[in-house]
T-cell receptor
């Protein structure tokens, strides 16, 4: 099956540090991966997309990497702030079509002052 | 530009009842997808609608059905509600073929089945 696995344990870090979240996928390498942020009681908000031929993509304090050998994507937030506290979801399209996304369970990030 | 709007925000139903959830897609988006998110889990794909037709379906029974209207808004209907249907139901809109640019999600409808 085509799974997305994220570290289910919450990540607690100190303000100002870099948060690193992991997303591992199984079976075939997807054409791209997407990262979303979700706050409690709200819908996911799209942050970044990285394609399989891209090693790294940046957006402001966010950086995403895509390692097709390790079958892994890393999501970094530099100079983290308490406002970055949320659940971060990784998602991939399935093989053979792009009509849907397969989401991981998400990793909850808590940034402490 | 308006985002995705879902209604109602919260709903409590009794097992065996039927429910209809509504979604208005973002302006310019012609594709609507519905997801179910249980507590502590990622969203699970239910189905997608494009041009008023179902355009892909996840592993959900037929009692989950939907509609898309000419203005691209959509409904999710669930019949014979079960306790396990309690979840956050999310609507996401996109332009067909542009889903790789990211989906725009609504805030969801929290359904509780008792």
């Amino acid at each position: 099956s085509q799974k997305i696995e994220q570290n289910s344990e919450a990540l607690n870090i100190q303000e100002g540090k870099t948060a690193t979240l992991t997303c591992n996928y199984t079976n075939y390498s997807p054409a791209y991966l997407q990262w979303y942020r979700q706050d409690p009681g709200r819908g996911p908000v799209f942050l970044l997309l990285i394609r399989e031929n891209e090693k790294e993509k940046r957006k402001e304090r966010l950086k995403v990497t895509f390692d097709t050998t390790l079958k892994q994507s890393l999501f970094h937030i530099t100079a983290s702030q308490p406002a970055d506290s949320a659940t971060y979801l990784c998602a991939r399209p399935p093989s053979g079509g792009y009509n849907k996304l397969i989401f991981g369970a998400g990793t909850r990030l808590a940034v402490h002052p | 530009e308006t985002g995705v709007t879902q209604s109602p925000t919260h709903l409590i139903k009794t097992r065996g009842q039927q429910v209809t959830l509504r979604c208005s897609s973002q302006s310019g988006h012609n594709t609507v997808s519905w997801y179910q998110q249980a507590l502590g889990q990622g969203p699970q794909f239910i189905f997608q609608y494009y041009r008023e037709e179902e355009n892909g379906r996840g592993n959900f029974p037929p009692r989950f059905s939907g509609l898309q209207f000419p203005n691209y808004s959509s409904e999710l209907n669930v019949n014979a509600l079960e306790l396990d249907d309690s979840a956050l139901y999310l609507c996401a809109s996109s332009s067909q073929g542009q889903g790789e640019n990211g989906y725009t999600f609504g805030s969801g409808t929290r359904l509780t089945v008792v």
